[in-house]
């Protein structure tokens, strides 16, 4: 399975509306299909599993959809400390995959 | 709280081995399953593999002659060891819970003379 993510980089203000895609090789299991976001200097972050749940402590801003080849990580209002890579996943099988990652930065 | 650390040398040379561990705490190894994933400078994540201490390892194909993941629980470790080292591998190494509940907070190994 092979994810494409797009658009490579986002460039959007804050208060904006982020929506970045992910898109699987194959249909794949929704069940299956992570986002994560990582900041300069730290470890990814989950966000979202099962395409649409969102981890703990994850603020309702964040919302996961989709299914089959097609996925979007939607962040409503975009804050100063959303503006970071994000990572989509598939975590079944062997390998596991990653998307090679969007850049949502401050325009 | 699940907590990882990650531990080894920072650098290894060509030809030779990497050896990382990962301390886990307010978690045990014999539960759940753990994984390493590896991010070279300035680019994305590679999944290694991982380990159910109870039934056994997968492994990238990528990687799979060269990599074998291991657990230790006495002690609450988990261990990673890379053969055949090149530049290519340099990289930060980041140990996780099941595949990326939880995260250390990485270890930059470089391969290097």
Redesign the interface.
Known sequence: IVLTQSPGTLSLSPGERATLSCRASQSVDSNYL?W?QQKPG?????LIYGASYR?TGIPDKFSGSGSGTDFTLTISRLEPEDFAVY?C?Y?IG????????TKVEIK | QVQLQESGPGLVKPSETLSLTCTVTGGSITSDYWTWIRQPPGRGLEWIGNMFYSGGTNYNPSLKSRVTISGDPSKNQFSLRLTSVTVADTAVYFCARKDGTHWGQGILVTVSS
């Open positions: 992570a994560y730290q470890a990814p972050r989950l981890a990572y996943q975590y062997s390998p596991r995959t990653f998307g090679q990652g």
